[in-house]
C-alpha cells in the first residue's frame, strides 16, 4: 500500500508500505478521506518531541472496514466508518471515570501508532464508530477535528447569549466559534489573516483585525464596557493568550486549546483581579465525538463550510502540507485516498 511517512529531520515521503495485519481486538479499515491537522504539520517540523520515525502520519479520517479481527463483532465488513485517534491506558483513575484524554499514558494514532495517511489503517475496535448511509466519508473525516471545538465549548461552561471570542481563525478557530453558536453565543473572532478573514466574515461572523483597529476597544463597545464571557485561544501564542486575559470579563473563563511551541508568561495580576477561570481543553472523550457525528448528520454542521481543499495522497506534501505550511489561501486540507461512498 501506499502511506505519506515522516522519516524525521523534517522529510516526508510516499513509500509503499506492507497492509497491516491486525489482531483479535482491531479491525483493518481502507482509508477514505483524511485530513490534515495543525498538529501533522507540528510533526513535519520535529514538533512533537515523542514520536519515532519513521511513521505514517495522520488521525483524521474515515474509511471501510476491511477486515475484522473478532469473529462477534458488531461490524461487518464493507461498514463505512470513521475513529476516534486516541486513546489512554485503560486501567488508571481518569480513563476509569472516562477522561482517557487526560492519561499520563495518552496516545494518539499517527503519533503513538501508524495514521491514516495511508491506504490501509488498522485500529482498535473499540474506537470505530459506523456512520449513517446519509454521512458523506469526506464528511466523516471532519469529525474529529469537530470534536475538539465541541469538547473546548463543553468545557467553557458557555451559554446562549453569552459574547465569546476566539483569537484565531483558523480550522479549530472557526470550528469552535462555529460550535459557540450552535449554542446561541454572540461570537467574536480575533484575525489578522485576510483569507482567514474573509472566510469568517462568510460564515457570518463578527471578525475583528487588531492590526487594523483596537481590539480592546471593540470589545468594551460591543459588550457595554464588560468584556466578553468566555474566551478561547487557538493560536498557541503568548500574544493570544494576553488578550483573552485582557479583553474577558470579570469573573469570565478563558480556554486554552492551541498547544505552544514554549512556556507562556502571562499578566498574573489580571488573572487574580478579575478572578478568571483559566481552562485547559484537551481534544475530547466519547460523548464529545459522538456530538460531534450528530452535529454533522443532522446538518446542524456544513463541513462543507471550512473544507477549502482535496488533494491525493500523492499530491498531499505539495498541494497540502506546503500550502500549508506556506499560509496559503487554504481552511482544512483533506486528502481523498479510497472510494468510500459519497451522498
Known amino acids: 500500500m501506499k502511506a505519506l511517512v515522516y522519516e524525521g529531520n523534517h522529510r516526508l515521503t510516499i513509500q509503499e508500505k506492507e497492509i497491516p495485519t491486525i489482531g483479535k481486538d482491531e479491525v483493518l479499515i481502507r482509508v477514505s478521506y483524511t485530513g490534515i491537522c495543525g498538529t501533522d504539520i507540528h510533526i513535519w517540523h520535529g514538533g512533537y518531541g515523542r514520536l519515532v520515525p519513521p511513521i505514517t502520519i495522520g488521525h483524521e479520517f474515515s474509511g471501510v472496514i476491511e477486515k475484522i479481527g473478532n469473529s462477534e463483532s458488531p461490524f461487518q465488513v464493507g461498514d463505512r466508518v470513521t475513529v476516534e485517534p486516541i486513546y489512554g491506558c ?27 495517511m495511508a491506504e490501509y489503517i488498522k485500529v482498535p475496535e473499540d474506537k470505530v464508530f459506523r456512520i449513517k448511509s446519509t454521512m458523506g466519508s469526506k464528511d466523516a473525516a471532519f469529525v474529529e477535528p469537530l470534536a475538539v471545538g465541541v469538547h473546548a465549548v463543553k468545557k467553557s461552561g458557555l451559554k446562549a447569549k453569552q459574547n465569546a471570542l476566539i483569537i484565531g481563525g483558523g480550522p479549530i478557530g472557526l470550528i469552535t466559534a462555529y460550535v459557540a453558536r450552535l449554542q446561541g453565543a454572540n461570537v467574536y473572532i480575533s484575525e489578522i ?30 459588550t457595554n464596557g464588560f468584556g466578553v464571557d468566555v474566551s478561547f485561544e487557538v493560536t498557541g501564542t503568548n500574544p ?14 478563558v480556554v486554552i486549546i492551541g498547544l505552544p511551541n514554549k512556556l507562556f508568561t502571562i499578566d ?15 481534544v475530547y472523550t466519547k460523548g464529545d465525538f459522538e456530538r460531534a457525528i450528530h452535529l454533522i448528520e443532522t446538518g446542524q454542521f456544513k463541513t462543507s463550510d471550512l473544507i477549502s481543499h482535496v488533494t491525493s495522497l500523492d499530491d498531499a506534501i505539495e498541494e497540502g502540507f506546503k500550502r500549508i505550511d506556506q499560509g496559503d489561501d487554504v481552511m482544512k486540507v483533506m486528502i481523498q485516498i479510497g472510494e468510500g461512498g459519497e451522498c
Open 240 to 253: 493570544g493568550l494576553n488578550d483573552t486575559l485582557l479583553l474577558t470579563s470579570t469573573k469570565g473563563t
Open 90 to 116: 485503560g486501567k488508571c483513575e481518569v480513563c476509569q471515570n472516562g477522561d482517557y484524554n487526560l492519561c499520563k499514558e495518552f496516545n494518539l494514532i499517527g503519533v503513538d501508532a501508524d495514521g491514516s
Open 193 to 222: 489573516n485576510n483569507f482567514r478573514k474573509q472566510k469568517a466574515e462568510e460564515l457570518g461572523f463578527s471578525v475583528i483585525d487588531p492590526q487594523q483597529e483596537d481590539i480592546k476597544n471593540k470589545i468594551e463597545l460591543v
Open 268 to 282: 498574573t495580576y489580571t488573572v487574580i483581579a478579575k478572578e478568571l477561570n483559566i481552562v485547559g481543553s484537551r
